[in-house]
Nanobody, 120 residues
Framework: QVQVVESGGGLVQAGGSLRLSCAASGSIFSIDPMGWYRQAPGKQRELVASITSGGSTNYADSVKGRFTISRDNAKNTVRLQMNSLKPEDTAVYYC??????????????WGQGTQVTVSS
């Protein structure tokens, strides 16, 4: 089994910064990609950013130039540095990892979510 745990988040004023961290643990044989989604009240969950083990990144247009995703393959961790935050960034942020155990299939694993609130 694979567990995904996020940390970070909180309340910040518009223009401020926050950093989210996520660690995947368990019987991991391979994990790729890792990423972050978010869900605001009344809206669908959307991709924020993802990163492959080779370092290729993908960002939502709304966060390009403000957010940076990074990854430590040896530790199975991923971080999301969020700068120049806007009230519209307010959401629950979820870490996700596609992973498999040595003899198991690929599955998507999700963290419990962490609240990010940006005040105007």
């Amino acid at each position: 089994q694979v567990q995904v745990v996020e940390s970070g988040g909180g309340l910040v004023q518009a223009g401020g910064s926050l950093r989210l961290s996520c660690a995947a643990s368990g019987s991991i044989f391979s994990i790729d990609p890792m990423g972050w989604y978010r869900q605001a009240p009344g809206k669908q969950r959307e991709l924020v950013a993802s990163i492959t083990s080779g370092g290729s990144t993908n960002y939502a247009d709304s966060v390009k130039g403000r957010f940076t995703i990074s990854r430590d393959n040896a530790k199975n961790t991923v971080r999301l540095q969020m700068n120049s935050l806007k009230p519209e960034d307010t959401a629950v942020y979820y870490c996700t990892a596609k992973a498999r155990t040595r003899f198991g299939p690929w599955n998507d694993y999700w963290g419990q979510g962490t609240q990010v609130t940006v005040s105007s």
